[in-house]
């Protein structure tokens, strides 16, 4: 018999496209319609088909790539040869290495290896050995390099990350899934991540403030307020928000106004008064399903999301109200071809059309209302393809997580960046900022896919500014016109609250509502 030589390549999870949406999916389908319908997901020969749009992936990596090689270069530029990672007071954290250094496998297994020597320990994470690392600069993102463990450890945490996801309103179809900037070095997955968002909870605000009968052109006052609280101690306290720009005007603007631009000190208003449990309440109801705890700053972000819940909920507000469970498959064959499942819509009327209608309305003044947040959008090239945008940024403490969620009238995508770490931030309060650090991936991506022929049919489109038939919103009008212009757009999406006692300094609380020590003033504050 003549000898058979078996030639093969292992597949790697690196393989093929979209890594991160796959992990995602096949636990997914592991723990739920495999395991419900007795299939062995990588026995029985299935074929599975996504959602994902092979086009749109590679536009979204494409931008998130694209983008991100910018803000590490900015990322640099701002700190120098410091180190990045900050405490509250903006000091550099002690032992923050050592710590993350202990919590590697290898410093585990040199831990069991020498239980008592410590020196041992410490000679073996600081040797040098060949190590890969990741580099915008090298041929596939990767070099290799003579490092320590430690060492490595230091110069991988001083990337920042990012994520990405877009979806289909009206259907809850997952078009394109970023989960970071590169599988091989860092497999958590940003898109399932949680973390503060920031101005771009505000949706969820006014939604509920449209939802108990407020309309966009309402007036409320930009003022100093204080509001009942608890500080980390468990004793009562009052708070009161800051705004970004540093200052209040002391006139009324309109709820529209207020939101385009950012108005901490209005939308914290707002949502007092339609009631800190409603606002949690529509949240939910939009699509976000983390916890929300009803503490005073909640209205502005300081509650922990995911960016697929965030672009969900956004969703919900472009599909007319009605929220769609995010779509991952469309069907799944066995072996033979056999259909063995076909996804099935699964939506509800989260909200009234007239509000949704009014909080579209409400998106797109951030394009058109002066000082609209979203309005670094004007810069790209996507404004000739019959197609209007919309959005929100968001920023929070520290500049810790910078977000921005885009919609058009056929697609929302959302972006994430920050550091592994919440204590790895920009220093620049403005570099940091959401319309910095996120929107510009929407941008990139939104180029691409508008320009696309193959596309274009599908995911052109406006935004009407008009009723559609059968609606009526005639006691809440929605054209208004702002008339207060910040001079900068990017100064007036984060996080940023105010101690009452001592109004020239600002104190900001947790997602647990206790109170962060303050830090110097910076930029624009």
């Known amino acids: 018999p003549l000898p058979i030589e078996l030639k093969y390549t292992p597949v790697k999870p690196t393989d093929g496209k979209a890594p991160y949406f796959r992990d995602v999916l096949a636990d997914e389908?592991?723990?739920?319609?495999?395991?419900?319908n007795d299939k062995d997901l990588y026995g029985d020969g299935l074929r599975i088909y996504t959602t994902i749009d092979s086009r749109m992936q590679k536009y979204a990596e494409e931008a998130v790539m694209k983008h991100m090689q910018q803000v590490q270069r900015n990322f640099k530029s701002d700190w120098g040869n410091e180190n990045p990672w900050r405490d509250e007071n903006r000091e550099e954290k002690k032992g923050f290495i050592e710590d993350i250094a202990k919590r590697t496998d290898y410093y585990k297994q040199l831990s069991a290896r020498y239980p008592d020597d410590p020196d041992s320990v410490n000679y073996y994470m600081n040797l040098p050995h060949r190590v890969k690392l990741f580099d915008y600069n090298a041929p596939d993102q990767e070099r290799t390099e003579m490092m320590?463990?430690?060492?490595?450890?230091?110069?991988?945490?001083?990337?920042?990350?990012?994520?990405?996801?877009?979806?289909?309103?009206?259907?809850?179809?997952?078009?394109?899934?970023?989960?970071?900037?590169?599988?091989?070095?860092?497999?958590?997955?940003?898109?399932?991540?949680?973390?503060?968002?920031?101005?771009?909870?505000?949706?969820?605000?006014?939604?509920?403030?449209?939802?108990?009968?407020?309309?966009?052109?309402?007036?409320?006052?930009?003022?100093?307020k204080?509001?009942?609280?608890?500080?980390?101690?468990?004793?009562?306290?009052?708070?009161?928000?800051?705004?970004?720009?540093?200052?209040?005007?002391?006139?009324?603007?309109?709820?529209?106004?207020?939101?385009?631009?950012?108005?901490?000190?209005?939308?914290?208003?707002?949502?007092?008064?339609?009631?800190?449990?409603?606002?949690?309440?529509?949240?939910?109801?939009?699509?976000?399903?983390?916890?929300?705890?009803?503490?005073?700053a909640m209205p502005l972000g300081t509650e922990d999301v995911t960016l697929l819940e965030l672009v969900d909920a956004y969703c919900t507000v472009m599909?007319?109200?009605?929220?769609?469970?995010?779509?991952?498959?469309?069907?799944?064959?066995?072996?033979?071809?056999?259909?063995?499942?076909?996804?099935?819509?699964?939506?509800?009327?989260?909200?009234?059309?007239?509000?949704?209608?009014?909080?579209?309305?409400?998106?797109?003044?951030?394009?058109?209302?002066?000082?609209?947040?979203?309005?670094?959008?004007?810069?790209?090239?996507?404004?000739?393809?019959?197609?209007?945008?919309?959005?929100?940024?968001g920023t929070t403490s520290n500049n810790s997580d910078g977000w921005y969620v885009g919609v058009t009238k056929n697609l929302v995508a959302g972006c994430w960046c920050g550091g592994e770490y919440r204590s790895v931030h920009f220093r620049s309060g403005r570099m940091g900022q959401g319309s910095h650090t996120a929107l510009p991936a929407f941008g990139y991506f939104m180029e691409k896919v508008l320009r696309d022929p193959q596309l274009a049919a599908k995911y052109r489109g406006k935004i009407s500014d008009k009723p559609w038939p059968g609606l009526r919103v005639d006691d809440r009008p929605y054209n208004c016109q702002g008339y207060v212009a910040p001079s900068d757009t990017t100064d007036v999406d984060s996080t940023d609250v105010e101690d009452i006692d001592m109004p020239e300094e600002e104190i900001e609380l947790d997602n647990n509502g206790n109170e962060i020590p303050s830090e110097p003033a910076q930029g624009n504050i």
Request: with cysteine; hydrophobic share 35%; charged share 25%.
């Open 148 to 224: 320590s463990a430690m060492d490595s450890i230091r110069y991988m945490v001083k990337f920042l990350h990012c994520a990405f996801v877009a979806m289909e309103p009206e259907t809850g179809a997952v078009k394109a899934w970023v989960g970071d900037i590169d599988y091989n070095h860092w497999q958590y997955d940003k898109v399932t991540a949680e973390r503060q968002p920031g101005s771009t909870f505000k949706l969820c605000v006014y939604t509920a403030a449209m939802e108990a009968g407020l309309g966009p052109c309402d007036d409320r006052v930009d003022e100093w």
């Open 29 to 36: 389908l592991q723990n739920g319609w495999c395991k419900d």
């Open 226 to 296: 204080q509001y009942d609280a608890f500080d980390k101690d468990g004793k009562p306290t009052k708070w009161t928000p800051r705004n970004a720009n540093g200052y209040y005007t002391g006139g009324a603007m309109s709820l529209k106004h207020a939101f385009s631009n950012s108005i901490n000190s209005v939308a914290v208003s707002v949502a007092h008064e339609v009631g800190l449990n409603r606002v949690a309440d529509v949240a939910h109801k939009l699509g976000i399903t983390s916890p929300i705890k009803e503490t005073p």
């Open 319 to 393: 599909n007319k109200g009605r929220h769609n469970v995010p779509e991952f498959v469309t069907r799944i064959e066995d072996k033979d071809g056999n259909v063995l499942y076909v996804a099935e819509p699964k939506n509800e009327q989260a909200i009234s059309e007239e509000s949704a209608f009014l909080m579209q309305q409400m998106l797109l003044a951030g394009m058109t209302e002066p000082g609209g947040t979203s309005q670094a959008l004007w810069s790209y090239d996507i404004h000739h393809f019959d197609t209007n945008f919309g959005g929100k940024t």
